[in-house]
């Protein structure tokens, strides 16, 4: 009877803080919005501007190909090299097509020509894509012209070989459908140990501490009963975000719905136990908090897959990735929402998941040692 009395007694605590409870339910949602439109993969409405040396229908063909891509928009049409420097410098054109003078010339001789793609490399990943989209689109042009060619010559092209991209679990390569569920990782590695980190530092500082220490409440009880109104309101917090995700992201869920539910329980619980173990180490509320912060939220963000792939870190680092649980929900979460795949290719996630959260569990017993105090 002493773990629902402690779970009870919990629970009246919160519900006495209205206020905070209310923002720890309604905070991850907002940032799960922020975080939704504000972070983009996607490339679109590309700024181009031009300098068209040559201004001929070959060239004028040229320039189509790229505003029919549907990537990019002609903003501007150079007329100097110095206009070139001025729309890249001040950050107007992400891109700037230089056609030499000579381009129609050369192609109607049937000389090899070129086109110069000027871009602004300030993010790296951004102009890689674009660079990609320019390339794909001049590669393009000129299949058409060799097409035009040979049809001249009367030569029909039967043995051409072209690639047919199929892209899998999210065909509309929509940036929102692989940041979305892996935010749900993020966000509840980041607020559930923030609240749980104020609960036995809360009662340090109120003194009510040390009556726990004079009762006899053993450690793993105590612990216990901090844990399961926490881990409430954080499958709580799950629950939300995840109807934010389905209903008003649109992100498509192919796996099974108990099983996702039933990583969830596991995470928000190994979550949970992050701050009460964080709680057992500091003195203050404020340091409680801080240290939550550093330990839970900057990780996840960074070390989980959640934005830049792992496999892309330094080696240290990949090794590093694997202490952080964000890093296996990250992947239980988009694989079951993208991949819609089963417990057989989840269960490594899923055992070290629980086996974080039970070893944590008793290393904060360990810690949580009743003292008289005199």
């Known amino acids: 009877m002493i773990l629902p009395a402690l779970v009870k007694k919990e629970a009246k605590e919160i519900l006495r803080d209205p206020v905070t409870l209310g923002v720890a339910i309604m905070l991850p949602l907002v940032m799960l919005f922020l975080f939704g439109y504000a972070i983009s993969l996607d490339v679109?409405?590309?700024?181009?501007?031009?300098?068209?040396?040559?201004?001929?229908q070959e060239s004028g063909s040229l320039i189509e190909k790229f505003t029919s891509s549907g990537y990019f928009k002609l903003k501007y049409r150079l007329d100097s090299n110095k206009e070139v420097d001025d729309a890249l410098?001040?950050?107007?054109?992400?891109?700037?097509?230089?056609?030499?003078?000579?381009?129609?010339?050369?192609?109607?001789?049937?000389?090899?020509?070129?086109?110069q793609v000027l871009l602004d490399g300030s993010f790296s990943a951004t102009a890689m894509i674009v660079s990609n989209y320019a390339a794909a689109i001049v590669n393009s042009y000129s299949a058409d012209l060799l097409k035009r060619y040979l049809g001249k010559k009367g030569v029909t092209m039967v043995h051409s070989v072209e690639a047919?991209?199929?892209?899998?679990?999210?065909?509309?390569?929509?940036?929102?459908?692989?940041?979305?569920?892996?935010?749900?990782?993020?966000?509840?590695?980041?607020?559930?140990?923030?609240?749980?980190?104020?609960?036995?530092?809360?009662?340090?500082?109120?003194?009510?501490?040390?009556?726990?220490?004079?009762?006899?409440?053993?450690?793993?009880?105590?612990?216990?009963?901090k844990t399961i109104p926490y881990a409430v309101i954080a499958f709580a917090e799950m629950l939300l975000v995840l109807a934010a995700g389905v209903l008003w992201f649109h992100i498509p869920f192919k796996g099974n719905i108990f099983l996702l539910l039933a990583s969830s329980v596991i995470y928000v619980l190994t979550t949970v136990v992050i701050g009460l173990f964080v709680s057992t180490v500091t003195k203050t509320q404020l340091g409680a908090m801080l240290l939550s912060l550093i330990v839970t939220f900057m990780p996840s963000f960074l070390f989980s897959g959640f934005l830049f792939p792992i496999s892309t870190m330094p080696y240290m680092l990949?090794?590093?990735?694997?202490?952080?649980?964000?890093?296996?929900?990250?992947?239980?979460?988009?694989?079951?929402?993208?991949?819609?795949?089963?417990?057989?290719?989840?269960?490594?996630?899923?055992?070290?998941?629980?086996v974080y959260a039970a070893a944590l569990f008793v290393l904060v017993s360990l810690r949580f040692k009743k003292k008289i105090t005199r």
Do not use: H
């Open 318 to 354: 990949q090794l590093y990735t694997y202490f952080f649980p964000a890093r296996y929900f990250n992947d239980i979460s988009r694989d079951l929402f993208l991949k819609g795949v089963g417990l057989e290719y989840l269960w490594g996630n899923i055992l070290f998941l629980a």
């Open 164 to 225: 047919v991209p199929r892209v899998l679990y999210n065909p509309p390569m929509k940036s929102v459908n692989y940041i979305v569920p892996g935010l749900f990782a993020v966000l509840l590695m980041a607020f559930p140990p923030m609240l749980t980190a104020l609960a036995i530092v809360r009662e340090k500082e109120r003194g009510t501490i040390e009556q726990v220490y004079v009762s006899p409440i053993s450690p793993p009880v105590f612990i216990l009963g």
């Open 44 to 56: 679109k409405d590309i700024s181009m501007a031009v300098y068209d040396q040559d201004r001929t």
């Open 89 to 115: 410098n001040r950050g107007r054109a992400t891109v700037v097509i230089v056609i030499p003078p000579d381009f129609s010339r050369d192609i109607n001789s049937f000389r090899k020509t070129g086109v």
